[in-house]
């Protein structure tokens, strides 16, 4: 069973739909309570950085999904729910975030031609050997992004596959268990499916 967190930022039932086409049990969980103790985690999200941090703490989900994380049970962050997992963020101010991953959420860089936000299909480049939620997936395969912010991590060994807009910028972490991408696997058609299928068959 996948538990799919809704904090209130972003188009859930789209993960969910996805799993679903996959033929993969997923739950949309609104409480706390609904986390405690799971197989496998998603946290998606659209939006502001500060206003997502603030609802996750609000509604009480902050310490069921640290807790997920520590015992290093199977964890996907999808573009906000990857950036939420650094130690700080740039976006409209500065706000910390849930500090599992030593980093920063940074603006791109503007330039003479450069779109911002990166929006549309791109390439992954420098993928990670031997990651399992790549597993099937050729290199160069193409994912969709939408997003004005992107991480910089500090240690660059949890990188698992960058993009390139106007630079070379991350599109996938991976440590341990923990996995997050800043394209959106439930909209990338093929190769998406293919890492959300291979994250349901993970132990």
């Known amino acids: 069973m996948i538990h799919i967190i809704d904090y209130g930022m972003g188009n859930l039932r789209s993960v969910a739909k996805a799993f679903e086409h996959l033929g993969i049990d997923a739950k949309i969980c609104q409480s706390p309570d609904e ?3 799971i197989e496998k985690m998603v946290l998606p999200g659209v939006g502001a950085f500060r206003d997502a941090k603030q609802h996750l703490e609000e509604q009480g ?3 069921p999904i640290l807790q997920h994380i520590e015992k290093n049970r199977p964890f996907l962050g999808i573009c906000l729910g990857l950036q939420l997992l650094f130690d700080i963020s740039y976006e409209d101010g500065q706000y910390e975030g849930l500090k599992l991953i030593p980093g920063e959420v940074v603006r791109f860089q503007e330039h003479a031609g450069l779109k911002i936000p990166h929006m549309g299909w791109n390439q992954l480049t420098d993928i990670e050997e031997d990651n399992p939620l790549l597993k099937g997936i050729p290199e160069s395969a193409w994912f969709y992004f939408v997003h004005s912010y992107h ?3 500090t240690d660059a060994d949890v990188i698992a596959a960058k993009t390139q807009h106007g630079q070379s910028v991350v599109a996938m972490i991976r440590k341990g268990n923990l996995f997050a991408s800043q394209f ?3 909209k990338s058609q093929q ?4 890492l959300l299928k291979n ?3 993970l132990n």
């Open 35 to 37: 986390i405690t103790d």
């Open 61 to 63: 989900f902050i310490e």
């Open 151 to 153: 991480v910089v991590p």
């Open 184 to 186: 959106h696997p439930e």
């Open 191 to 194: 190769h998406g499916l293919q």
């Open 199 to 201: 994250f349901a068959a």
